[in-house]
């Protein structure tokens, strides 16, 4: 137990090394809480004398532990039942008000070509869950409206996003749910026609970007057959690439579906204040306990630790929530639309909705627990969208919200065991939480199913597990590769603020503006051999501009 300790004091040092120079620019409102309990003391029999058994124990009801949830309600058999139980802090009903959750506030884009990644594990895993979205969702739908009694009104309509009433006028006399009657109620909007469009101003990181080899089909348009897709973009745009294969959803309606689903198959969901999980059990490598903040403690014989930003706060994982703020815009009734298409833009995305509204994101705010939209913040979206698409101009704003990405240096996620036999992790999936869910809840729950034995699963989900596993961060000799790989995230997605509207953008990366293409790739050609050099000096320097993070102006 010592030894575990230690471990854990020694993984919590080394990460806390590497992101201080961003964790120090924000307060987490809690700190790690992770008890360890002395199994030789005769104490302990009394402190377990009323803990509730479960076999299957999730905290967090986000994309991340839902689609564990219904993965494993799915595969269960009779020789292999798990019995999966929820715990979540905030009730449905408070979440359809406001919430800061990132499976609400995501724009729901499936879409490892547009996000322009890098070849690797992670646009690997993301492009093997995008496959896997057209019968995932069908999965998730026929639960849903089973759960529901095939109407939306049975018990586990309470779920559904369209269960809600509030903020049911528009200003014009109708409702949102009139708006959005071409749904069903368990439908959650998935959109696979027309693909992507990238758009690109000259010299951008759109214009001077390739695709990755074998990473699906992609197309360059010029600027004659960019508008033949999409009349209505800026006269400068110049071009761009098109993604026949990258599709979207409605987040929340999944989110919403999804939790029926999962309750329709046997998954038990304990939700509200009550049911916040404030530390964890440790005795002998293993959970034992898991304390809620109604005075109940829960043992299990699995525990998934799948509540997001949050995770910080039971197990020393390097996950800081990244603050995004977000805008939707309601087409008029019977209207002809504006867009036919996503637009993954280098400064902002525009995501037409199946019900009529257009969701226009994002800032990227590291550090921040808050859920305020702010006139910075609308101020950049509406700039670069409508610079991007003026015609969005005359259209009225419906809703405006922030959530919070769990992100981790490396801006990959944490999936699989930990140092504890029974407890496993699902969490920092940034910008690609909806986008993974089908995957991650398969490689999660088949784990879960073979009681953490890794030798069990596929060579190929062994090892996406074993690319995406929490030792990373821990593993001797892993703080120079794991360096390395957050200067390359960072040189596609920074965290940093910009001098001309102080917020960092959403999409892209900002190495500044050329003369011609040409020039552009070259320089961002350096900028990528650089990463890897092996200098102790031009190491130093990258480290020094990877980790400026907020103080970046």
């Not at 000799?477 to 953008?505: C, D, E, I, M």
Request: hydrophobic content about 35%; glycine content about 10%.
């Amino acid at each position: 137990m010592i030894i575990q300790l230690l471990l854990l004091m020694a993984a919590a040092n080394e990460v806390n090394a590497f992101i201080a120079p961003i964790a120090t620019s924000f307060t987490h409102p809690k700190t790690t809480t992770i008890r360890l309990i002395d199994s030789n003391k005769s104490s302990q029999t009394s402190l377990y004398a009323n803990t509730i058994h479960r076999d299957v124990l999730i905290i967090g009801s986000g994309l991340a532990g839902l689609s564990i949830a219904h993965h494993l309600a799915s595969s269960s058999t009779t020789k292999q039942q798990r019995h999966v139980t929820i715990l979540e802090r905030e009730h449905p009903s408070a979440q359809r008000q406001k919430t800061v959750a990132g499976s609400f506030a995501a724009a729901g884009m499936l879409a490892p070509q547009s996000e322009r990644m890098a070849a690797g594990p992670l646009l690997d895993i993301c492009l093997a869950s995008r496959g896997m979205y057209g019968d995932w969702v069908k999965t998730v739908e026929d639960g849903a409206r089973m759960a529901c009694g095939g109407d939306g009104t049975g018990e586990s309509g309470r779920f559904l996003w369209d269960y809600s009433t509030d903020n049911n006028s528009d200003g014009n006399g109708s409702s949102r749910q009139q708006q959005q009657q071409q749904l069903e109620p368990w439908e959650v909007g998935f959109h696979s026609t027309g693909g992507f469009l990238a758009p690109a101003f000259a010299g951008d990181a759109v214009a001077t970007w390739s695709p990755q080899p074998h990473s699906g089909e992609a197309y360059w348009l010029d600027d004659v057959q960019i508008r033949e897709l999409e009349p209505m973009l800026h006269p400068n745009v110049v071009g761009g690439w098109w993604f026949p294969e990258d599709a979207s959803v409605d987040a929340r309606r999944l989110t919403c579906s999804l939790r029926a689903s999962c309750e329709g198959k046997g998954v038990h969901i304990l939700s509200g204040k009550e049911y916040e999980v404030t530390s964890l059990e440790m005795s002998n490598g293993e959970c034992t306990g898991v304390h809620l903040s109604n005075g109940k403690i829960y043992s299990a014989n699995a525990v998934v630790i799948a509540n997001g930003s949050w995770m910080k706060n039971l197990l020393p994982v390097p996950i800081v929530p990244h603050k995004g703020q977000s805008f939707s815009l309601r087409m008029p009734p019977n209207a002809p639309p504006i867009l036919n298409r996503v637009l993954f833009a280098q400064d902002t995305y525009i995501v037409p909705k199946a019900d009529g509204r257009i969701i226009v994101g994002a800032t990227v705010e590291p550090g921040r627990f808050d859920g305020d939209v702010t006139p910075e913040g609308m101020l950049h979206c509406l700039h670069e969208a409508t610079r991007l698409c003026p015609g969005l101009k005359e259209l009225p704003i419906e809703e405006t919200w922030a959530g919070l990405r769990p992100t981790t240096p490396d801006k990959c996620p944490i999936l699989g065991n930990t140092l504890f036999d029974n407890v496993y992790l699902a969490g920092g999936y940034w910008r690609n939480g909806v986008l993974l869910a089908p995957k991650t809840g398969q490689l999660v729950g088949d784990l879960i199913l073979n009681d953490g034995d890794m030798n069990q699963l596929s060579k190929e989900d062994a090892t996406l597990l074993n690319a995406f596993a929490w030792d990373r961060f821990t593993q001797e000799g892993g703080g120079a590769k794991l360096a390395a790989n957050a200067r390359y995230a960072s040189s596609l997605y920074p965290v940093h603020k910009r001098s001309s509207l102080g917020v960092s953008s959403s999409v892209g990366t900002e190495l500044g503006f050329y003369e011609g293409a040409s020039a552009a790739i070259g320089d961002r050609e350096k900028d990528r051999q650089s990463m890897f050099g092996v200098s102790d000096e031009e190491d130093a320097r990258l480290e020094r501009a990877a980790t400026m993070g907020v103080k970046d102006a």
